[in-house]
Protein backbone atom coordinates (compact mmCIF):
# COMPACT_ATOMS: atom_id res chain seq x y z
CA UNK A 1 0.00 0.00 0.00
CA UNK A 2 2.72 2.43 1.26
CA UNK A 3 4.82 1.56 -2.09
CA UNK A 4 1.80 2.14 -4.40
CA UNK A 5 1.85 5.76 -2.63
CA UNK A 6 5.38 6.35 -3.43
CA UNK A 7 4.62 4.97 -6.93
CA UNK A 8 2.02 7.43 -7.94
CA UNK A 9 4.04 10.67 -6.32
CA UNK A 10 6.91 9.27 -8.45
CA UNK A 11 5.08 9.27 -11.43
CA UNK A 12 3.64 12.53 -10.73
CA UNK A 13 7.02 14.53 -10.40
CA UNK A 14 7.94 12.47 -12.94
CA UNK A 15 4.87 13.88 -15.25
CA UNK A 16 6.30 17.49 -14.01
CA UNK A 17 9.30 17.05 -14.78
CA UNK A 18 8.23 16.03 -18.13
CA UNK A 19 6.31 18.98 -18.55
CA UNK A 20 9.35 21.24 -17.22
CA UNK A 21 11.46 19.26 -19.70
CA UNK A 22 8.65 21.12 -22.20
CA UNK A 23 9.78 24.58 -21.05
CA UNK A 24 13.11 23.98 -21.40
CA UNK A 25 13.04 23.15 -24.85
CA UNK A 26 10.36 25.55 -26.11
CA UNK A 27 10.68 28.54 -23.40
CA UNK A 28 10.96 31.44 -26.09
CA UNK A 29 13.48 33.71 -23.55
CA UNK A 30 16.51 31.98 -21.72
CA UNK A 31 15.40 33.22 -18.22
CA UNK A 32 12.49 30.53 -19.07
CA UNK A 33 15.03 27.86 -19.85
CA UNK A 34 17.07 28.72 -16.47
CA UNK A 35 14.05 28.89 -13.98
CA UNK A 36 13.12 25.43 -15.86
CA UNK A 37 16.53 23.98 -15.37
CA UNK A 38 16.20 24.83 -11.24
CA UNK A 39 12.64 23.30 -10.91
CA UNK A 40 13.82 20.27 -12.44
CA UNK A 41 16.82 19.59 -9.83
CA UNK A 42 14.27 20.43 -7.41
CA UNK A 43 11.89 17.90 -8.50
CA UNK A 44 15.26 15.58 -8.74
CA UNK A 45 15.78 16.07 -5.07
CA UNK A 46 11.96 14.61 -4.48
CA UNK A 47 12.61 11.94 -6.75
CA UNK A 48 15.81 10.83 -4.60
CA UNK A 49 13.79 11.36 -1.46
CA UNK A 50 11.35 9.21 -2.57
CA UNK A 51 13.65 6.49 -4.09
CA UNK A 52 15.27 6.34 -1.22
CA UNK A 53 12.01 5.79 1.02
CA UNK A 54 11.53 2.89 -1.67
CA UNK A 55 14.90 1.43 -1.35
CA UNK A 56 14.54 1.46 2.22
CA UNK A 57 18.15 3.28 2.67
CA UNK A 58 20.07 6.38 3.96
CA UNK A 59 22.47 5.98 1.66
CA UNK A 60 21.18 8.74 -0.70
CA UNK A 61 20.74 11.53 2.05
CA UNK A 62 23.93 13.63 1.03
CA UNK A 63 22.83 13.49 -2.46
CA UNK A 64 19.52 15.36 -1.72
CA UNK A 65 21.96 18.37 -0.05
CA UNK A 66 24.46 18.39 -2.32
CA UNK A 67 21.83 18.74 -5.25
CA UNK A 68 20.21 21.60 -3.65
CA UNK A 69 23.68 23.26 -3.27
CA UNK A 70 24.53 22.45 -6.73
CA UNK A 71 21.19 23.72 -8.36
CA UNK A 72 21.49 27.11 -6.14
CA UNK A 73 25.37 28.01 -7.39
CA UNK A 74 24.29 26.79 -11.17
CA UNK A 75 21.07 29.28 -11.09
CA UNK A 76 23.21 31.93 -9.74
CA UNK A 77 25.78 31.54 -11.85
CA UNK A 78 23.38 31.51 -15.42
CA UNK A 79 21.74 34.50 -13.40
CA UNK A 80 25.03 36.90 -13.49
CA UNK A 81 25.99 36.28 -16.68
CA UNK A 82 22.45 37.07 -17.94
CA UNK A 83 22.95 40.23 -16.00
CA UNK A 84 26.41 40.86 -16.52
CA UNK A 85 27.85 39.07 -19.29
CA UNK A 86 30.14 37.65 -17.24
CA UNK A 87 30.52 34.98 -13.63
CA UNK A 88 33.31 35.60 -11.95
CA UNK A 89 34.65 39.29 -12.51
CA UNK A 90 37.70 40.95 -11.35
CA UNK A 91 36.86 43.95 -9.37
CA UNK A 92 33.33 44.67 -9.13
CA UNK A 93 33.63 47.97 -8.28
CA UNK A 94 35.26 49.14 -11.36
CA UNK B 1 28.30 50.65 -13.21
CA UNK B 2 27.91 49.57 -9.23
CA UNK B 3 25.02 46.77 -8.74
CA UNK B 4 23.31 45.96 -5.45
CA UNK B 5 23.48 42.61 -4.89
CA UNK B 6 22.66 42.75 -1.06
CA UNK B 7 20.04 39.72 -1.30
CA UNK B 8 22.40 37.52 -2.83
CA UNK B 9 25.97 38.61 -0.61
CA UNK B 10 23.64 38.04 2.41
CA UNK B 11 22.87 34.86 1.31
CA UNK B 12 25.77 33.53 0.31
CA UNK B 13 27.69 34.95 3.53
CA UNK B 14 24.93 32.23 5.70
CA UNK B 15 24.91 29.67 2.69
CA UNK B 16 28.83 29.55 2.82
CA UNK B 17 28.92 28.35 6.42
CA UNK B 18 26.59 26.13 6.11
CA UNK B 19 28.44 24.41 2.55
CA UNK B 20 31.72 24.10 4.40
CA UNK B 21 30.22 22.68 7.43
CA UNK B 22 28.61 19.83 5.07
CA UNK B 23 32.06 19.76 3.16
CA UNK B 24 33.75 18.64 6.08
CA UNK B 25 30.96 16.08 7.44
CA UNK B 26 31.27 14.79 3.85
CA UNK B 27 35.43 14.69 4.03
CA UNK B 28 35.26 12.43 7.78
CA UNK B 29 32.18 10.72 6.78
CA UNK B 30 34.00 8.89 4.22
CA UNK B 31 35.68 6.30 5.89
CA UNK B 32 31.48 4.46 7.31
CA UNK B 33 29.41 6.21 4.93
CA UNK B 34 29.14 7.97 1.88
CA UNK B 35 31.03 10.62 1.17
CA UNK B 36 35.20 11.27 1.36
CA UNK B 37 37.78 13.57 0.11
CA UNK B 38 37.02 13.67 -3.30
CA UNK B 39 33.61 15.26 -2.49
CA UNK B 40 34.22 17.06 0.40
CA UNK B 41 36.98 18.92 -1.85
CA UNK B 42 35.17 19.84 -4.42
CA UNK B 43 31.90 21.20 -2.08
CA UNK B 44 34.61 23.30 -0.64
CA UNK B 45 35.59 24.61 -3.94
CA UNK B 46 31.63 25.07 -4.48
CA UNK B 47 31.56 27.49 -1.94
CA UNK B 48 34.59 29.66 -2.77
CA UNK B 49 33.37 29.60 -6.65
CA UNK B 50 30.03 31.01 -4.63
CA UNK B 51 31.86 33.66 -3.11
CA UNK B 52 33.79 34.71 -6.06
CA UNK B 53 30.66 35.08 -7.43
CA UNK B 54 28.36 36.91 -5.24
CA UNK B 55 31.79 39.23 -4.85
CA UNK B 56 34.52 39.38 -6.84
CA UNK B 57 37.93 37.38 -7.26
CA UNK B 58 39.43 40.54 -5.39
CA UNK B 59 37.28 40.07 -2.31
CA UNK B 60 37.93 36.08 -2.46
CA UNK B 61 41.29 36.31 -2.28
CA UNK B 62 41.48 38.28 0.04
CA UNK B 63 38.28 36.29 2.06
CA UNK B 64 40.68 32.84 1.52
CA UNK B 65 44.72 34.00 1.15
CA UNK B 66 46.01 30.94 0.22
CA UNK B 67 47.36 30.19 -3.45
CA UNK B 68 45.90 27.13 -4.41
CA UNK B 69 48.81 25.98 -6.61
CA UNK B 70 50.51 25.37 -3.34
CA UNK B 71 47.63 23.21 -2.07
CA UNK B 72 48.31 20.77 -4.88
CA UNK B 73 51.93 20.36 -4.00
CA UNK B 74 50.60 19.89 -0.41
CA UNK B 75 48.25 17.88 -1.04
CA UNK B 76 50.24 15.33 -3.22
CA UNK B 77 53.12 16.12 -0.54
CA UNK B 78 50.56 14.59 2.75
CA UNK B 79 49.74 11.75 0.63
CA UNK B 80 52.77 10.33 -1.31
CA UNK B 81 54.29 10.66 2.90
CA UNK B 82 51.02 8.64 4.03
CA UNK B 83 52.23 6.26 1.60
CA UNK B 84 56.50 6.26 2.56
CA UNK B 85 56.25 6.48 6.25
CA UNK B 86 55.14 2.69 6.10
CA UNK B 87 58.48 1.78 4.29
CA UNK B 88 60.60 3.94 7.05
CA UNK B 89 59.79 0.80 9.04
CA UNK B 90 60.05 -1.79 6.97
CA UNK B 91 56.27 -1.79 5.86
CA UNK B 92 55.04 -2.67 2.46
CA UNK B 93 53.80 1.13 0.67
CA UNK B 94 50.65 2.23 1.27
CA UNK B 95 50.28 0.55 4.42
CA UNK B 96 47.54 2.22 6.86
CA UNK B 97 47.54 1.76 10.49
CA UNK B 98 44.41 2.72 13.37
CA UNK B 99 43.98 2.28 16.84
CA UNK B 100 41.23 3.10 19.19
CA UNK B 101 41.97 6.62 21.22
CA UNK B 102 40.40 8.46 23.90
CA UNK B 103 39.41 12.11 22.90
CA UNK B 104 38.43 14.41 25.47
CA UNK B 105 35.20 15.19 23.89
CA UNK B 106 34.24 12.97 21.42
CA UNK B 107 35.09 9.63 23.76
CA UNK B 108 36.18 6.51 22.10
CA UNK B 109 37.06 7.27 18.55
CA UNK B 110 39.16 5.25 15.56
CA UNK B 111 41.92 6.84 14.23
CA UNK B 112 42.99 5.70 11.18
CA UNK B 113 45.63 6.71 8.83
CA UNK B 114 44.09 6.70 6.00
CA UNK B 115 42.53 9.95 7.07
CA UNK B 116 45.67 11.80 6.28
CA UNK B 117 45.53 9.93 2.75
CA UNK B 118 42.27 11.72 2.22
CA UNK B 119 43.29 15.11 3.50
CA UNK B 120 46.20 14.71 0.37
CA UNK B 121 43.19 14.22 -1.83
CA UNK B 122 40.86 16.64 -0.26
CA UNK B 123 43.59 19.24 -0.61
CA UNK B 124 44.70 18.33 -4.50
CA UNK B 125 40.73 18.36 -5.55
CA UNK B 126 40.47 22.13 -3.81
CA UNK B 127 43.85 23.19 -5.07
CA UNK B 128 43.08 21.86 -9.06
CA UNK B 129 39.70 23.15 -9.07
CA UNK B 130 40.23 26.36 -7.45
CA UNK B 131 43.18 27.10 -9.90
CA UNK B 132 40.80 26.17 -13.25
CA UNK B 133 38.45 28.48 -12.28
CA UNK B 134 40.60 30.87 -11.09
CA UNK B 135 42.76 31.36 -13.76
CA UNK B 136 39.63 30.65 -16.55
CA UNK B 137 37.71 33.45 -14.22
CA UNK B 138 41.01 36.07 -14.40
CA UNK B 139 41.43 36.10 -17.94
CA UNK B 140 39.98 38.95 -20.17
Known amino acids: ?94 | MKTNDIILQTATKVAVFIIIMFAVRLFFSGHYFAGGGFVGGLITSAAIVLIMIAFDLKTAKKIVPINYRYLIGSGLLVSSFTGLFPVLIGKPFLTHFYSYYQLPIIGKTSLHTATLFDLGVYLVVVGVTMTIIQSIGESE
Open chain 1, 1 to 94: MFQIIILIALACISLSMLALLYRVIKGPSIPDRVIALDAMGINLIAVIALISILLDTYAFLEVILLLGILAFIGTIAFAKYLEKGEIIEYDRNK
